[in-house]
T-cell receptor, first 120, second 116 residues
Framework: EAGVAQSPRYKIIEKRQSVAFWCNPISGHATLYWYQQILGQGPKLLIQFQNNGVVDDSQLPKDRFSAERLKGVDSTLKIQPAKLEDSAVYLC??????????????????FGEGSWLTVV | AQKVTQAQTEISVVEKEDVTLDCVYETRDTTYYLFWYKQPPSGELVFLIRRNSFDEQNEISGRYSWNFQKSTSSFNFTITASQVVDSAVYFCALSEAPMGRRALTFGSGTRLQVQP
């Protein structure tokens, strides 16, 4: 079974430029997450989708970050304009159910390898 | 609000030593889920285990074991006879709300270095 796919793996941009990251979740997974992981810290949730609807975007800096999940499959995360503090790894994850439901392993959340962003 | 604390920033051991990674959590929910993930240098978070709040039975999987104690709000992870391949950052995480409104909240991670 293919895992969560993300691209690009690495991106370097100048501040005030824009960038977009793409995520293809595991086939059939209804829930998709974007996390931001700053170096030396644990991942922090940016946005959670259930199919193509937003479940939680309370920690998404909406003045510069946007995300969409058209047709309930692939998702795109955009940053415009980027700031130096946006340098981080952007992790996409998916799960077959919302957290807390399903069988013992059914709601495990699977992560992609991440997109590493450096803003200079 | 939910919170996960991993007080150990970095641990260094010599191969074949046992090592325990600590995790303490805070939550107001009576139903919640605890996780451990491994993050090797490649960056991908690898799922290790999920535990329900109503199941305090400890679990062993090969060289890995987990000790869940609700009385102390702890979910510690032990690696027996550590190997160099165990070197990675390990994250403990918590998910509240069985209705799926909350995603994972992660601790800050513990970097484990296993020296040959």
């Amino acid at each position: 079974e293919a895992g969560v796919a993300q691209s690009p793996r690495y991106k370097i941009i100048e501040k005030r430029q824009s960038v977009a990251f793409w995520c293809n979740p595991i086939s059939g997974h209804a829930t998709l997450y974007w996390y931001q992981q700053i170096l030396g810290q644990g991942p922090k949730l940016l946005i959670q989708f259930q199919n193509n609807g937003v479940v939680d975007d309370s920690q998404l800096p909406k003045d510069r970050f946007s995300a969409e999940r058209l047709k309930g499959v692939d998702s795109t995360l955009k940053i415009q304009p980027a700031k130096l503090e946006d340098s981080a790894v952007y992790l996409c994850a998916s799960s077959p159910y919302p957290p807390g439901t399903g069988g013992r392993m059914g709601n495990t959340i699977y992560f992609g390898e991440g997109s590493w962003l450096t803003v200079v | 609000a939910q919170k996960v604390t991993q007080a150990q920033t970095e641990i260094s051991v010599v191969e074949k030593e046992d090592v325990t990674l600590d995790c303490v959590y805070e939550t107001r929910d009576t139903t919640y889920y605890l996780f451990w993930y491994k993050q090797p240098p490649s960056g991908e978070l690898v799922f290790l285990i999920r535990r329900n709040s109503f199941d305090e039975q400890n679990e062993i999987s090969g060289r890995y074991s987990w000790n869940f104690q609700k009385s102390t709000s702890s979910f510690n992870f032990t690696i027996t006879a550590s190997q160099v391949v165990d070197s990675a950052v390990y994250f403990c995480a918590l998910s509240e709300a069985p209705m799926g409104r909350r995603a994972l909240t992660f601790g800050s991670g513990t970097r484990l270095q296993v020296q040959p």
